[in-house]
């Protein structure tokens, strides 16, 4: 099975995004969730995550006050609200499994399972 993740696009500086990620209907249950990105000439990374139980949400300096992680369990879905974005947010953004559940314990995954296409997200200055 593999993640679906939509809601990249083209957007200004400063503009804003909602990205979604989805399990195909009958494969898992979506919970304890990472978003990954991954920009031109860079190593994918990990900087927001949700726990199993959705108490813990953690976020990387980069993105911290700016992006927001959620889940709706009724919909299987997990999303990421990208708020007053930067050039650098310019990426193909991920989401995956956290297989350790590493977010309740205070960090955010490095690697992930059941990974997607991506989704473009490009920022323009």
């Known amino acids: 099975a593999q993640l679906v993740e939509s809601g990249g696009g083209l957007v200004q500086a400063g503009g804003s995004l909602r990205l979604s990620c989805a399990a195909p209907p009958g494969t898992f249950t979506i919970n304890r969730m990472g978003w990954f990105r991954q920009a031109p000439g860079k190593e994918r990374e990990g900087f927001s995550c949700?726990?199993?139980?959705?108490?813990?949400?953690n976020y990387a300096d980069s993105v911290k006050g700016r992006f927001t992680i959620s889940r709706d369990n009724a919909a299987n879905t997990v999303y990421l609200q990208m708020n007053s974005l930067k050039p650098e947010d310019t990426a193909v953004y991920y989401c995956a499994v956290d297989p350790m559940d590493l977010c309740g314990l205070g960090s955010i995954p490095s690697r992930g399972d059941y990974w997607g296409q991506g989704t473009q997200v490009t920022v323009s200055s």
């Open positions: 949700i726990s199993t139980s959705g108490g813990s949400t």
